[in-house]
């Protein structure tokens, strides 16, 4: 399958700072990305879906100026939490699908994820 | 919208039982359906996947799963579970969008396996 990979797989900061996660699709061009962000003993929620060239769609409640998402290219999308505090610690994921009518068909590809921790 | 319901959260069995993860799901056209597995503090791995054809689908780790259009279920099958599969289970629906699809996730079930 294919592989896609996730930037740093931990990290903590201070509160206020600000965090960018890297996803990156190793071995084939992401025409979508998600984010998901992932509470302890829970579901996957998600964030917000991504096509490159274009601004991400958050979902209802995900504050889009804190969670800024840019898909600059078809390897690569970058989740950045701004102004980060303590509530914004959590398990981030991204997921990237290649194109629908290619070899990979629909399949949504996952990265091991990023533990966010905001002391 | 869809939406994907794993009644049980905590399931316990014993090493060479059998295993079955109950999933339901709501969506109005044929579904994507998908069980992934979760290690702790570990992204998703996909164990099979049902897009259309046979309902019955084989998947990786000897994995298996049923798709039962009647009762809206995909329940994960497995007939003889080994330790190393103590991990946290997600079954998604996938809406199609634009040639590619969104998957919403239940909200998993704890896999327990005692010696």
């Known amino acids: 399958g294919a592989v896609v990979s996730q930037h740093p797989s931990r990290v903590i900061c201070k509160s206020g700072t600000s965090v960018k996660i890297e996803c990156r699709s190793l071995?084939?061009?992401?025409?979508?990305m998600f984010w998901y962000r992932q509470f302890p003993k829970q579901s996957l929620m998600l964030m917000a879906t991504?096509?490159?060239?274009?601004?991400?769609?958050?979902e209802q409640g995900v504050e889009k100026d804190k969670f800024l998402i840019n898909h600059a290219s078809l390897t690569l999308s970058t989740l950045t939490v701004t102004s980060a505090h303590p509530e914004d610690s959590s398990f981030y994921i991204c997921?990237?699908?290649?194109?629908?009518?290619?070899?990979?068909?629909?399949?949504?590809?996952f990265g091991q994820g990023t533990r966010l921790t905001v002391v | 919208a869809q939406s994907v319901t794993q009644p049980d959260i905590h399931i316990t069995v014993s090493e060479g039982a059998s295993l079955e993860l109950r999933c339901n799901y709501s969506?109005?056209?044929?579904?994507?359906l998908f069980w992934y597995v979760q290690s702790p503090g570990q992204g998703l791995q996909l164990l099979l996947k049902y897009f259309s054809g046979d309902t019955l689908v084989q998947g990786i780790k000897g994995f298996e799963a049923e798709f039962k259009r009647s009762q809206s279920s995909f329940n994960l099958r497995k007939p003889s579970v080994h330790w190393s599969d103590a991990a946290e289970y997600f079954c998604?629906?996938?809406?199609?969008?634009?040639?590619?699809?969104?998957?919403?996730f239940g909200r998993g079930t704890s896999l327990i396996v005692h010696p």
């Open positions: 997921s990237a699908i290649a194109d629908a009518d290619g070899p990979l068909g629909t399949e949504a590809f």
């Open positions: 969506y109005g056209a044929t579904p994507y």
């Open positions: 071995d084939f061009q992401a025409t979508t």
């Open positions: 998604a629906v996938g809406a199609a969008s634009g040639g590619s699809y969104i998957p919403t």
């Open positions: 991504s096509n490159e060239g274009s601004k991400a769609t958050y």
